[in-house]
T-cell receptor, first 113, second 113 residues
Framework: DTEVTQTPKHLVMGMTNKKSLKCEQH?????MYWYKQKAKKPPELMFV???????INESVPSRFSPECPNSSLLNLHLHALQPEDSALYLC????????????FGDGTRLSIL | GESVGLHLPTLSVQEGDNSIINCAYS??????FIWYKQESGKGPQFIID?????DKRQGQRVTVLLNKTVKHLSLQIAATQPGDSAVYFC????????????FGSGTRLLVRP
């Protein structure tokens, strides 16, 4: 079992819906990440939070809105998504420095109808 | 495409044999490298990492070799087992104090019984 927990495991939503993905870690890590992964492709970085502050936004469309309520939690709010946004969304965490190993959750499989 | 790439998209090995998965990178400033294993339906699992001040690092049944001269990284798995069947990704941190990891395109390892 991974130490990074993501919920829900699966999500189906329409293009007009609003939903949120959640990620939690209790390893005391201070950096948290959102990645998007399409089938048979490597993970692509979306956002990085370092010490609860947004550190990196990889030019992600505004229909994806990240939130870091505290050092253990990371949310990704979804609104007006497109069918091409269907993918596996992965959360990761790392101790706190840039060159620290990132540990991933098992992801949320998102399908947009 | 990204700078980290793999020579073989699929590797098939006999159970009990050793496996070698290769990865090339193009940025000579990269100073931190990670290997991940991703099984179907799961997130990437950290296997082993290496920093640029090392040439070799060993774990349990795995060894990572780093050749900075030719910018090449390899993962060796000893006595490959059916449970090793997965997609393996190399990833690099470019030594620019960024939290961003650049992932290779991945190699699928198939273990024949």
């Amino acid at each position: 079992d991974t130490e990074v927990t993501q919920t829900p495991k699966h999500l189906v939503m329409g293009m007009t819906n609003k939903k949120s993905l959640k990620c939690e870690q209790h390893m005391g890590h201070r950096a948290m990440y959102w990645y998007k992964q399409k089938a048979k492709k490597p993970p692509e970085l979306m956002f990085v939070y370092s010490y609860e502050k947004l550190s990196i936004n990889e030019s992600v469309p505004s229909r994806f809105s990240p939130e870091c309520p505290n050092s253990s939690l990371l949310n990704l709010h979804l609104h007006a998504l497109q069918p091409e946004d269907s993918a596996l969304y992965l959360c990761a965490s790392s101790p706190g420095l840039p060159a620290d190993p990132q540990h991933f959750g098992d992801g949320t499989r998102l399908s947009i109808l | 495409g990204e700078s980290v790439g793999l020579h073989l998209p699929t590797l098939s090995v006999q159970e009990g044999d050793n496996s070698i998965i290769n990865c090339a990178y193009s940025n000579s400033a990269s100073d931190y490298f990670i290997w991940y294993k991703q099984e179907s339906g799961k997130g990437p699992q950290f296997i082993i990492d290496i920093r640029s001040n090392m040439d070799k690092r060993q774990g349990q049944r795995v060894t990572v070799l780093l050749n900075k001269t030719v910018k090449h990284l390899s993962l060796q798995i000893a006595a490959t087992q059916p449970g090793d069947s997965a997609v393996y990704f190399c990833a690099e941190n470019r030594g620019d104090s960024s939290y961003k990891l650049i992932f290779g395109s991945g190699t699928r390892l198939l273990v024949r019984p």
